[in-house]
C-alpha cells in the first residue's frame, strides 16, 4: 500500500518504521501462544508494551509531520494519509484489545500499557482526539479551532474585566483611606488644640489663686491698719484726761 501513496522521505520513514513495530508485535504475540510459564508471559507482554508504545509515538510523529506537509499536499493526497493513519490507529488497538485478552487469561494486572497508566487502557484520550480530528474536515477543524479561540478571548476579557474592577476597587478604597487619613489628622491637631487651651486655663488659674492670695494678704493688711488707726484715736483722749484735771486744780 506505501507503493499506492506519494508520500514525503519523513512520512516514508515513520511509516516504515511503524509497519516494521506492527510485524515485531504480531509475531510477538504468535510467540506469546506457545510459551505456557505465566512468568515468561508477562515477561513477553512486557516487551510487547515497549513496542506498542513505540507505535503510539511514532503514530503522534506521522500525525505531526503530516499536518505540516498538509499546506503543499492535494486534497486527494491529504486524504489517503489521514486514511492511512486512521488505519495505524485501527490496527493499533487491536493489538491493545488482544494484548487485553492475553492479560485476563494470566491473571496480571501489573504491567503497564501507557505511561501513567495502570493495567490495560482504552485508547487514550489523545488517541481519541487523534482520531476525531483524523475525521474532521480542514473547514471543520478550521471552525472547531476558531470557536476555541473565541472562548479563549472571552476567558481573557472576563479576566481583563476582573482586574479593572479589582483596580477600581482598590482605588476607591485608597481614596477613602486618605480621607480617614486626614480627618484623624485633623482630630489630632484638634486634640493638640485643647490640650494646649487646658493648659493655658491651668495656668491662668494658678496666677488668679496666687492674685487672690495677695489681695486677701492686702486686706488684711489694711485692716490692721484701720483698727491700729481707730485704737490710737480711742486711746489718746482718754490719755489727756489727768493733764486737764490737774490744770483745772492749779487755776482753782
Known amino acids: 500500500m506505501a507503493d499506492e501513496l506519494q508520500m514525503s522521505p519523513q512520512l516514508e520513514q515513520i511509516h516504515g518504521e511503524i509497519r516494521d513495530s506492527f510485524r515485531a508485535i504480531e509475531n510477538g504475540f504468535q510467540k506469546l501462544d506457545k510459551i505456557k510459564d505465566p512468568n515468561r508471559q508477562s515477561k513477553q507482554l512486557e516487551e510487547l508494551t515497549g513496542k506498542m508504545r513505540e507505535c503510539k509515538r511514532l503514530i503522534k510523529e506521522f500525525d505531526r509531520e503530516s499536518k505540516d506537509e498538509e499546506s503543499g499536499n492535494p486534497p486527494e493526497v491529504n486524504k489517503q494519509i489521514n486514511e492511512r493513519k486512521q488505519s495505524m490507529i485501527k490496527e493499533l488497538n487491536s493489538f491493545v484489545t488482544l494484548r487485553k485478552t492475553y492479560v485476563s487469561s494470566i491473571g496480571n494486572k501489573r504491567v503497564e500499557l501507557f505511561e501513567g497508566g495502570t493495567g490495560i487502557e482504552e485508547p487514550t484520550r489523545a488517541e481519541e482526539n487523534v482520531q476525531m480530528a483524523s475525521s474532521m474536515s480542514n473547514q471543520e477543524l478550521i471552525d472547531a479551532g476558531k470557536k476555541k479561540m473565541d472562548e479563549t478571548d472571552q476567558a481573557i476579557e472576563r479576566s481583563k474585566m476582573v482586574v479593572e474592577n ?8 485608597g481614596v477613602k483611606l486618605k480621607g480617614q487619613t486626614e480627618q484623624m489628622g485633623r482630630i489630632v491637631n484638634e486634640l493638640d488644640t485643647v490640650q494646649f ?4 486655663a491651668s495656668q491662668l488659674v494658678k496666677e488668679i489663686g496666687r492674685k487672690v492670695a495677695t489681695d486677701k494678704c492686702i486686706m488684711l493688711f489694711l485692716l490692721l491698719i484701720v483698727c491700729g488707726v481707730i485704737a490710737i484715736i480711742v486711746v489718746k483722749p482718754v490719755g489727756n484726761i489727768p493733764i486737764i484735771e490737774l490744770i483745772s486744780d492749779s487755776q482753782g
Request: charged share 25%; no cysteine.
Open 166 to 173: 479589582t483596580i477600581e476597587v482598590g482605588a476607591q478604597t
Open 197 to 200: 487651651s487646658i493648659k493655658k
